[in-house]
């Protein structure tokens, strides 16, 4: 288990759904990194639990990771909606489907 900890500058939940109809929920979580780094980006393991904290929501993860994501945060950058996009298109080619709740 993971004892991660990630506050993601940009975020949403997306929802995967395999063929056979059976789905989990993660975060598609980006940071911005300048000229120097560029753009990240990752997805969690699936989400097992959603904190109210008040000006953001603690985000208990599989892996035991923890992504604490700023309400005001929600979104996603050009980058991220590029990554999206693809695997939009995978899970299409899949028989599945990514979308974002």
């Known amino acids: 288990m993971s004892d991660r900890k990630y506050a993601p500058d940009k975020w949403v939940i997306i929802e995967i759904t395999n063929k056979v109809g059976e789905s989990h929920r993660r975060v598609l979580a980006s940071w911005y990194g ?12 699936g989400i097992t639990e959603v904190i109210d904290e008040g000006d953001a929501y603690r985000i208990l993860n599989e892996s035991g990771s923890t992504y604490v994501c700023v ?30 709740v």
């Open 71 to 100: 309400k005001g945060c929600e979104g996603m950058s050009a980058y991220t909606m590029g990554i999206l996009s693809n695997m939009q298109k995978q899970a299409d080619g899949d028989g599945g489907t990514i979308k974002i």
């Open 34 to 45: 300048g000229i120097a780094n560029g753009d990240s980006w990752r997805a969690s393991s």
